[in-house]
């Protein structure tokens, strides 16, 4: 009874590749979230969706580009892969949105490694 | 610019000491701050939220506090044991359900 699964737990591919990692909740949160952790273990918002809608939008590539196909899935595209791009993907959902104070459950992380 | 910093060097103590973590920021006003356990491998995972307006949180042989003057979160282990080592992760809250997190101190406890 996973609460956050994320799939593939690890990708490797080549630059220019495209691919997808996939993220589910069983837990009936409104909001889900990816999130980039670098080699220096640095933990960066990306996206955010609240009931299939995107509420955060950090400053990233528009090759990364998240859906959000039901409230209980996100799932994020990368396109034209690139070296930079390599690190350890979460994905992350809490209950309600606007500016209470949730915390914020974890998948176990996509380790992506571009060559 | 806006900066939160957590000691980035290890902290090592022993086995039924305290262990005191810090989590300071400049520039954000966050109207709560969490703080997140995680392991090599593995996502991270909460531990404790407290808000702008508390001064202290506890949670069995955790505390944290949260100082808005000083800008400044400790979070405390009391009677720490080896299984406590991990990297820990303070996170502010700045709105619309946005943590924007610290670089983590990594926690050895010998025993």
């Known amino acids: 009874d996973t609460a956050v699964s994320q799939t593939p737990k690890y990708l490797v591919t080549q630059m220019g590749n495209d691919k997808s990692i996939k993220c589910e909740q069983n837990?009936?949160?409104?909001?889900m979230y990816w999130y980039k952790q670098d080699s220096k273990k640095f933990l960066k918002i990306m996206f955010s969706?609240?009931?299939?809608?995107?509420?955060i939008n950090e400053t990233v590539p528009n090759r990364f580009s998240p859906k959000s196909p039901d409230k209980a899935h996100l799932n994020l595209h990368i396109n034209s892969l690139e070296l930079g791009d390599s690190a350890v993907y979460f994905c992350?959902?809490?209950?309600?949105?606007?500016?209470?104070?949730?915390?914020?459950?974890f998948g176990p992380g996509t380790r992506l490694t571009v060559t | 610019s806006q900066k939160i910093e957590q000691n980035s060097e290890a902290l090592n103590i022993q086995e039924g000491k305290t262990a005191t973590l810090t989590c300071n920021y400049t520039?954000?006003?966050?109207?709560?701050l969490q703080w997140y356990r995680q392991d090599p491998g593995r996502g991270p995972v909460f531990l404790l939220l407290?808000?702008?307006?508390?001064k202290e949180k506890r949670k069995e042989r955790l505390k944290v506090t949260f100082d808005t003057t000083l800008k400044q979160s400790l979070f405390h282990i009391t009677a720490s044991q080896p299984a406590d080592s991990a990297t820990y992760l303070c996170?502010?809250?700045?709105?619309?359900?946005?943590?924007?997190f610290g670089t983590g101190t990594r926690l050895l406890v010998s025993p």
């Open positions: 969706y609240n009931n299939k809608e995107l509420i």
């Open positions: 837990l009936g949160h409104d909001t």
């Open positions: 520039n954000y006003s966050p109207a709560y």
């Open positions: 407290i808000r702008e307006n508390e």
């Open positions: 992350a959902s809490s209950q309600g949105g606007g500016l209470a104070a949730y915390e914020q459950y």
């Open positions: 996170a502010l809250g700045t709105g619309f359900q946005k943590l924007v």
